[in-house]
């Protein structure tokens, strides 16, 4: 059974750091890539970073971009999501997803095949 658990959320203050954790369970994790994505109260889900199943591939959303950091341990079955200098902004619930490599690259709400049940980020002072 395919399953992906995202742990690490919680209150932070402005500025401050977080580090998720997305743990897999039932597949492969080379064979995926991994995506984290997020919703804020009353907005839509987006995307906010993506890695390939070989790591070597990332993409980030403008507004996290210097900020935000996505790396995975294939060998952990893990890929995180670093999190530095956390606006009020990036409250959110944060979800990984992933996508098989056979079905190529794209780092995209449509395109994510399995999803986690997401953690709960909340930034304020």
């Known amino acids: 059974q395919l399953q992906l658990v995202e742990s690490g959320g919680g209150l932070v203050q402005p500025g401050g750091s977080l580090r998720l954790s997305c743990v897999v369970s039932?597949?492969?994790?080379?064979?995926?890539?991994i995506g984290w994505f997020r919703q804020a109260p009353g907005k839509e889900r987006e995307e906010v970073s993506c890695?390939?199943?070989?790591?070597?591939?990332?993409n980030y959303r403008d507004s996290v971009k210097g900020r935000f950091a996505i790396s995975r341990d294939n060998a952990k079955n893990t890929v995180y999501l670093q999190m530095n200098s956390l606006k009020p902004e990036d409250t959110a619930i944060y979800y990984c997803a992933a996508r098989s490599r056979i079905s190529g690259y794209v780092c995209s709400i449509p395109g994510m095949n399995f999803w986690g049940k997401g953690t709960l980020v909340t930034v304020s002072s």
């Open positions: 890695i390939s199943g070989t790591g070597s591939r990332t």
């Open positions: 039932g597949f492969t994790l080379d064979h995926y890539n």
